[in-house]
């Protein structure tokens, strides 16, 4: 059972670019995450989807940042016009739906992320 | 809210001594607790959780941790450090459903 996929593993973008990162969540997981790692800083959260809802995205900057989990497909991380201060890390984890979320004691499984750099 | 604080952000222990990583809790309801492990460069590896079965949590690698409500502690330990275990360690608690995690602790191993 392959796990949480995310790609590219690392993204190189000029100030203006955009950045598309993308997840694809474990086999039966409906629900994914996404967390930003900045440099020497514990993970924090951004945005919480299920497919074709996002159910909370307070941890999302106002703007340039948006992300959508579609009914095919991975869920997608967008950061429009990147600055140097969105070089992070991010990570997506998936959940399995609540029903069976409790019976798995709420874990979230974590992708490998993807490490961008805005040059 | 739910928070967790990470005490210590740094750690440095001999091979074969003893890790003690420390984390504290906030949370108005009965805690998910969770340690997990980053390697340079990778992604967060599942240590152990705390799902309220026993306070006493054995997880991978030889790691444990104890919940202490008493003390909204849920440090994390090892007996035994082996050089593997040079990591950043993180301590997170769920909230409605996103995970809060704590700044981590960087663990080197002296051998």
């Known amino acids: 059972n392959a796990g949480v996929m995310q790609n590219p593993r690392h993204l190189v973008r000029r100030r203006g670019q955009e950045a598309r990162l993308r997840c694809s969540p474990m086999?039966?997981?409906?629900?994914v995450y996404w967390y930003r790692q900045l440099p020497e800083e514990g993970l924090k959260f951004m945005v919480y989807?299920?497919?074709?809802?996002?159910?909370?995205e307070s941890g999302m900057p106002k703007e340039r940042f948006s992300a959508e989990f579609p009914k095919e497909g991975p869920s997608i991380l967008r950061i429009q016009q990147v600055v140097r201060g969105d070089s992070a890390a991010y990570f997506c984890?998936?959940?399995?739906?609540?029903?069976?979320?409790?019976?798995?004691?709420?874990?979230?499984?974590f992708g490998p992320g993807t490490r961008l750099t805005v040059t | 809210a739910q928070s967790v604080t990470q005490l210590g952000s740094h750690v440095s222990v001999s091979e074969g001594a003893l890790v003690l990583l420390r984390c504290n809790y906030s949370?108005?309801?009965?805690?998910?607790l969770f340690w997990y492990v980053q390697y340079p460069n990778q992604g967060l590896q599942l240590l152990l959780k705390?799902?309220?079965?026993?306070?006493l949590v054995k997880g991978i690698n030889g790691f444990e941790a104890e919940f202490k409500k008493s003390e909204t502690s849920f440090h994390l330990t090892k007996p035994s450090a082996h050089m593997s275990d040079a990591a950043e360690y993180f301590c997170?608690?769920?909230?409605?459903?996103?995970?809060?995690f704590g700044a981590g602790t960087t663990v080197t191993v002296r051998a």
């Open positions: 984890a998936s959940s399995p739906p609540p029903g069976l979320a409790r019976k798995a004691g709420y874990e979230q499984y």
């Open positions: 949370s108005s309801v009965p805690p998910y």
């Open positions: 997170a608690v769920k909230g409605d459903y996103k995970l809060s």
């Open positions: 086999k039966g997981h409906s629900h």
């Open positions: 989807l299920q497919k074709e809802n996002i159910i909370d």
């Open positions: 705390y799902t309220s079965a026993a306070t």
